[in-house]
Structures are given as C-alpha cells and as structure tokens.
C-alpha cells in the first residue's frame, strides 16, 4: 500500500519496489539520469549503476579529462563509492588516485610527468587490491621509474592482462643493466599477481615485466599464466618467472606462433623448449599451446621432418612435461595460413601425428585433450574428420573435445 506525507502528499514507495525499478533499468543511463531527479530515495539508488562502469577519456586541458574527473571525486567523495569498474583512455600524463574499485582498465594512458607527489613514491604499506587490471599503457618516453610507481599502488590484483606496458628502454641495453636499475629504484615487492595475461609487444618491455615481477611476492601467488611471445628472450623471461613460481603455476598457456613463423631456418631442437622451466611446476594441472599452420613449407623442397617443424616444436615444448603425474588437460589451439592447400591437407600433412599421439598418451592421468580451432566454424568442420582419424584412440577413450575459439578459451577458463 502507498503511503502519503508531507506538504504535498507525494507518494513514498516502498524501498525494494523502487530497487527493482531501477535494476531493471541498469544499463538504460539516460533513464536512469531521469529517474535520479524523482527523489534523494531514487538519487542514491540509480548512482549504483550510473557510476559502476565508468569511462574517463583524457584530455591534456585543464579542468578537463583526468584532472576534472578527479576534482569532481574529491567534491563528491561519495561517487566513488560507486565506481567498480573504471576506464581510462587518452595520451596524456596522469597522477593517480586510489578509487576503491574492482577493475581498472587503462588504454592510452602515459605514466610519465609524474608530479613529486607520486614520484619516487615510498613503500605504501596499504596497497589497493582488485579483482581485475587491463593495461595497453606507457610510452617510449616514460621513464621506468614512473611505471614502478604505478605499480607500487597495488598488492593483491586477482587478474592483471598486459597488452601493452611501455617505457623507455635506451638505458638498458643488456638484462645486467635493467637489473641494477630495477634494484636501484626499488622493485614494487607488495605486487601479488595470481593470474597473468602478457601479449606479445615487440618491445622488450614484456620480457622486463616478467622480471620485474619476479622481485614481487607474485612468486607466492601467481597460479595461472598466460603468454603471447614474439621473440625468444620473452620466452626465456617467461621461463624464468615459471621457475620461481615453481609449484604454485597450475596453468599455463604459451603461444610462441610468432616466434616460430619468424625463424629465418627450420629448428625443431626439443631440448631448446627447457628454457621455459615448465617441468619445475610441478603441480601444473593444464597446459595451452598455440600454434599457426601454413602451406609454404610444402611449396619448398624440403624433407618430411622440415615441413612439420612448426608443429613438432609444440611437441616438443609438451615433452618437456612427460614425467609430470599432474596434468591433466591439453590444449592445442591451430590457425592457418594457406594459399594452394586447405586447411585440412595442411593439418594432415603438417603434423606428426604418430609422435603427437605418443607424447599425449605419456600422460597416464590426462583426462581431456582439447583441440581448438581458431579460424571458426567452417575449417572446424572442414578438419574433423582428420582429427577424429589421426586421435581416434583418444576419441574413443573419451579424452578428445574439438572446439572453435571463443572468449572463454582465448587464453583458458582460468585465465
């Protein structure tokens, strides 16, 4: 029943019905700007969602962008309150603040031009934590310095995805001088990562991250790491991390399909792939390969064992792990390139299914092998049948799942 008061006598609804209201409205924003003026009832209610998933896109005047925003938050300390989701996206400097959020996306975004208040920051002995962080961020003339106080702002980050983190690298031309600086600065030690994500940067800033992160208790945390590599020396930081971690690593996805398409010979060395150090996880439940097959190899003249390079490297990077009684789930991700076969003759032909067959049954407790095709629907189905005749033992058993890529498995579920 509705209640009247007042000089009026407005109507007063009861507070869950005005709730549902408003929830139903939850992505509807200039309804729910209409609804926030009906009462100071209303008002707080639709601010929820209004502010949940904001963007902030930068702009370098003043009174603009980034500094209004965070003069608009320190007049209205209450909105931040509301704010889980956060975006920021311009070219421009940025001294930060600390919303109480649980993601933070950040495209575009310099770290450079930091003022005294944030640079050279000390050891901050209550880190913000979040559920998720999303990083395309820095430039060639950030200095690392104002990278690490970025990252000295948080502690305990459930999923950090790196596509892009840049700085300025002219005075560190070798791994021994990155390091003097790295301790000569300060690494951000409350840094705990327990779910990594790096894309493949040509830039060697991805393979710096990896060891910067190795001075950060994300060696205690880290459970899941995913890794898009365009050159050997991010493998090798990838490797390094992996070893450190040790134990704690459950899953692991590598894509090395850049590195091994821009090899200038064909190497399928196995004793190579050590450097990445899985076999020190000793614990590792699933591990993700990608790998991208094309038919040049057969406009050569080449031997057997050459055009199946590509593939038999990831065979190779699996049998680093035949001893390991922990994992179970393997997944191998194809894309093509073609131009005179299909894919399906290219799958068939540039494989070595009797040694990939081998290497998979070394795995006495393996219970599923997942094969992912990441060119859609159609070449999926175009290279089933050959699938389900070069693995029919495991299709048989049970073991064998055959898929499209999709946003659950880009990187893995646990990604």
């Known amino acids: 029943m509705l209640r009247y008061f007042g000089a009026y006598d407005l109507p007063v609804f009861p507070p869950e019905l005005v709730d549902q209201t408003i929830d139903y409205l939850h992505d509807d924003k200039p309804n729910l700007k209409t609804c926030s003026l009906v009462s100071r009832l209303w008002l707080n209610s639709t601010r929820h969602h209004i502010f949940r998933s904001t963007v902030i896109v930068g702009d370098s005047r003043p009174g603009h962008g980034f500094a209004k925003f965070r003069a608009f938050l320190i007049s209205h300390p209450n909105i931040g309150l509301h704010i889980h989701e956060l975006r920021l996206q311009g070219e421009v400097n940025l001294s930060f603040w600390r919303p109480q959020l649980q993601r933070l996306d950040i495209f575009g975004v310099r770290f450079g031009g930091c003022d005294e208040e944030c640079h050279g920051r000390a050891f901050n002995p209550d880190p913000v934590s979040l559920d998720q962080i999303t990083l395309v961020a820095g430039s060639v003339e950030d200095d690392f310095a104002d990278t690490l106080d970025f990252l000295r702002l948080f502690g305990h980050v459930q999923h950090l995805y790196v596509f892009e983190l840049t700085w300025c690298t002219s005075d560190m031309p070798n791994l021994g001088a990155f390091g003097r ?3 000569e600065l300060g690494p951000p030690t409350q840094l ?16 710096l991250l990896c060891e910067t992160l190795r001075f950060t208790r ?35 996805h590598m894509d090395p399909a850049l590195v091994l398409m821009n090899e200038e010979s064909y ?13 020190s996880c000793l614990n590792l439940k699933t591990i993700s390969l990608m790998i991208i097959l094309d038919d040049h190899p057969f406009t050569e003249d080449l031997s057997e064992e050459e055009k199946r390079c590509t593939s038999t490297n990831i065979i190779s990077l699996i049998s680093t792990l035949e001893k390991s009684a922990s ?4 997944t191998i991700k194809f894309s093509f390139d073609t131009e005179e076969e299909t ?17 998979l049954n070394s795995f006495e407790d393996l219970e599923i092998v997942q094969i992912i095709c990441a060119d859609g629907y159609d070449v999926l189905e175009e290279c089933r049948p050959v699938l389900l005749e070069k693995l029919c033992i495991l299709h048989g058993e049970g073991k064998l799942k055959i898929a499209t890529l999709n946003e659950e498995n880009l990187f893995g579920a646990e990604l």
């Open 267 to 279: 190497n399928d060395n196995h004793l190579r792939w050590r450097v990445l150090q899985a076999h």
């Open 192 to 207: 705990q990562v327990h779910s990594l994500a790096t894309g493949h940067a040509f830039n060697p800033t991805s393979s």
């Open 327 to 330: 994992l179970r789930h393997i």
């Open 218 to 252: 994300t060696v205690d945390t880290l459970y899941c790491l995913g890794a898009e590599c365009a050159g050997w020396d991010h493998i090798q930081a990838v490797g390094d991390l992996v070893r450190d971690v040790g134990p704690n690593l459950l899953h692991l």
């Open 343 to 359: 894919p399906a003759q290219v799958l068939a032909a540039g494989v070595d299914w009797d040694k990939m067959v081998s290497v």
């Open 181 to 183: 600086r790295l301790h």
